[in-house]
C-alpha cells in the first residue's frame, strides 16, 4: 500500500527526475534550474533600474532598520520580513542602487532554492519552464529587486509545498526528515513576510498532513508557521491590545474584509498599476490580460496530465494551495495590486509547465514539431507583452519617484532639514527623501495629534504637504506656502 501511495504521489516521471536514469541526468536539471535564476537575476537588473528610488512601502520597510532615517508609522498590516531581509545592507548603506542589487541577487538566489525544493517531483526541464514563466511575469521582475514581501511569500509557498510532497514520499526515513526542515523554513519564511498570507496558502498542506496522519510533518509545518509569526503576535500585544485587535486593525486599514468581488479589479490592474486603490478605468488591451484568463485553463489541463500518469498530488497541491493563496484577493478584499497574487502565480507555474510540456509533445510524429512551435510562439507572444508592460511601469514609477526627490530638494532649500518633521499628502516616502520624520493626525498611518505638530513645529523645521485640490490642515494654514510639482508645501515659521 505505501509503494502505491508513492507511486499515485509522484508517479514515473518523478522517480526519473529523482535519479534512476543517473547523475548526469540530474545534474542537467540542476544546471537548468541554476540557468534559470542566474538570467532572472541578470533581467532584473537590466529592466528594473538599479537607481530607481524606493517606493512607497519600500520607504516604510527600510526605514525600519537605517541609521540614516527616522523609522516611519509601520501599520497593522505589515510584518518586520522585509525589515530583516533589507538589514544587511540597508542598516549601514544609503545606496539605493546597492541595495537593488543585493535584493535582485536575493531573489534569484530564492528562486533556485524554491525550484530545489521539487526535485525529484518533476523532471528538471517542467521545473525550469516553470521558473521561467514565473521569473518573466512583468510582476515577478518588477518586484523581485524590490524591498517588498509578496515575492518572497511565494518563494516560501514554493519551498513548503515542495518539500511537503517529499516528505510524505520519503515516510518518516532519514531523507524525510530533511525534507521536514525545507518545511519549516519555508513555512516561517511565508510568516515572516506576510502571516495571514502563510496561513492561507498552507490550509490545503494542512488538510493534506491531517489526512495522512504525517505527525512530524505536521509539526514542522505549525512550528514554521509559528516561529515565522511570533514576532507579528507578541507585537500585536505589546501595541495593539491582543491579536483580535490586530487583525481587526489590519482589516480596517484594508477596507474591511468581507465579501468583495476583486476579480476585475486585479484584471484592470495587470496594465501595470502598482496600486488600484480605488480600481476605476478601462480594462488593459486584450492581449495583456488574456495570459491571466488561460493561467487557470492551462493548469487545471496540467493537473489532468498529473491525474492520467497517477501522480495527482504533485499538481493537485500546488493548484490547491493557489486558489487559497488568491481567494482573499480575488473575494475578500476591495481594491487590488497585481504583486498580491504573486504566490498563486509560483504554484500554478508548476502544473502549467508540465501541461506545456505535454501540449509541446502531443500528437503523432509529424505533428509534435508542429505542436512543439505553436507552444514556442505562444510562450514567445507572452514575454513579448510582459516586457512591454514591465518596461511602461518602471518608466512610471521612476518619474513619480523622482517627483518626491525633487520635492525633498525644494524642502531642503526652504530650510526643512533632519531632524524635521513633515505631515500631509504624501509625508511618508516624501519625509523618507527628505530625511525627515513623518505624522498623520488620521487614516490609515495616524500616529499624532494636531497639538503635538504644532508642539514639534516650535522646536525643529517642520512642513505640511497639500496635494492637488487639498485644503491644509487647520494648524498650518499660517505657514508660508511654496508651490512644487502640484503640491503645496507650508513651511512652519522659526519657534
Partial sequence: MADRANTMLVGRRG???????????????????????????????????????????????????????????????????????????ASWSASTELLRVYLAVMSGLGLYLALRAWKGLFPGRVLATAGAFFATLWVTLFYGP??????????????????CLRALRAGRGRSGRGTLWGVAAGAALMALMRPTDAVWVTVPLLVLVLVRRHWPLLLALAGGLAAGGAEWVIEAYAWYGGLGERLSRASEIQGGLGWNLAVDDQMRSLGGRGLCRPCTGAMPHPVVTVWWLLLPVVAVLGVAV?????????????????????APYLFMIGYAA???????????????????????????????????TLVALALAGHLAVQLSVLVGTVDRNVESREDWARVADELHRLGVRPPCLLTGHEAIPIGYYTGCSSGATGGNNENTTAAEITDTARRIPAAALTGPGGTPPGYARDWAPHRITGLVIRVAPPG
Wanted: aromatic residues 8%; positive net charge.
Fill in 15 to 89: 522517480n526519473e527526475a529523482a535519479g534512476t536514469r543517473g547523475t548526469p541526468r540530474r545534474r542537467r536539471g540542476d544546471a537548468r534550474i541554476a540557468a534559470v535564476a542566474a538570467v532572472f537575476t541578470l533581467a532584473q537588473l537590466v529592466f528594473v533600474h538599479p537607481a530607481m528610488g524606493l517606493g512607497w512601502d519600500e520607504t516604510v520597510y527600510v526605514s525600519q532598520v537605517t541609521t540614516h532615517h527616522p523609522a516611519a508609522f509601520f501599520s497593522a498590516p505589515r510584518s518586520r520580513g522585509v525589515s530583516l531581509l533589507v538589514a544587511p545592507v
Fill in 146 to 163: 524590490q524591498a517588498m514581501p509578496n515575492y518572497w511569500v511565494a518563494i516560501g509557498a514554493l519551498i513548503t509545498a515542495g518539500c
Fill in 306 to 326: 498529473a491525474v492520467r500518469a497517477r501522480r495527482a498530488a504533485a499538481t493537485l497541491v500546488p493548484f490547491a494551495c493557489a486558489a487559497t493563496a488568491a
Fill in 338 to 372: 497585481p504583486r498580491f497574487l504573486q504566490p498563486a502565480y509560483a504554484l500554478l507555474a508548476v502544473p502549467v509547465a508540465d501541461a506545456l510540456w505535454h501540449l509541446a509533445g502531443t500528437g503523432r510524429d509529424r505533428w509534435r514539431p508542429v505542436a512543439a
